[in-house]
C-alpha cells in the first residue's frame, strides 16, 4: 500500500479522491469525485501502536455495546 493512498469511506475508490482544504482543526481534507463524499482520512498526527490501537477499538465497542445500539452483533 503507498503512504499516501487515500481511499474513500463511502465507496470505497482510491483513484479520483482531491485535497479538499482542511478541517478546523488542521487535518487534509479529501473529496472523492466518484461520489461526492467529503471525508478526512485517518489523522497522521496521532501514532499508536498496534496495542493502543485495539484497546481504542476495543473501548468504542465497549461503549457501542453500553448504549445497546440495536445493530450489535450478539452471538448468543
Ligand atoms: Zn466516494
Given at each position: 500500500?503507498?503512504?499516501n493512498e487515500v481511499k474513500c469511506p463511502k465507496?470505497?475508490?482510491a483513484d479520483k479522491q482531491n485535497k479538499?482544504?482542511?478541517t478546523a482543526v488542521g487535518s487534509?481534507?479529501?473529496f472523492c469525485n466518484a461520489c461526492h463524499y467529503k471525508y478526512t482520512?485517518?489523522?497522521k498526527k496521532w501514532v499508536y501502536t498496534e496495542e493502543q490501537r485495539n484497546q481504542a477499538l476495543q473501548a468504542a465497542d465497549a461503549r457501542?455495546?453500553?448504549q445497546g445500539c440495536g445493530k450489535s452483533v450478539r452471538n448468543e
Open positions: 500500500m503507498k503512504m465507496c470505497g475508490r479538499k482544504g482542511f487534509q481534507r479529501y482520512p485517518e489523522r457501542l455495546l453500553r
